[in-house]
């Protein structure tokens, strides 16, 4: 079993930056892939970002050149830096993960965390 706690959500100004991390915790070795997925109110949740262990990424195209992903291996945690946020970048932020990258970008992770607030707003 895989736990995933996010942190680093929180109110932003428009064009503004923020950093969310996600620990995993629990049996490791079954993640291989790891991702970032959003939702916002009255939408469905919509992946973001994804890295494999190896570093191999996949961002959505409303995010490309403003977010990166990234992992350190050795902390079992995955990161978002979100650059230039826009209002339309609000919405509750997961973090998923798998052993196999299709279902980590095919919504089907076998793990989730709780989420966390991210809210661009002036």
């Known amino acids: 079993q895989v736990q995933l706690v996010e942190s680093g959500g929180g109110l932003v100004q428009p064009g503004g930056s923020l950093r969310l991390s996600c620990a995993a915790s629990g049996t490791i070795s079954g993640i291989n892939a790891m991702a970032w997925y959003r939702q916002a109110p009255g939408k469905p949740r919509e992946l973001v970002a994804a890295?494999?262990?190896?570093?191999?990424?996949n961002y959505a195209d409303s995010v490309k050149g403003r977010f990166t992903i990234s992992r350190d291996n050795a902390k079992n945690t995955a990161y978002l830096q979100m650059n230039s946020l826009k209002p339309e970048d609000t919405a509750v932020y997961y973090c998923?993960?798998?052993?196999?990258?299709?279902?980590?970008?095919?919504?089907?992770?076998?793990?989730w965390g709780q989420g966390t607030q991210v809210n661009a707003s002036s």
């Open positions: 890295i494999t262990r190896g570093g191999m990424t």
């Open positions: 998923a993960a798998d052993q196999l990258y299709r279902r980590v970008v095919g919504g089907a992770p076998s793990y």
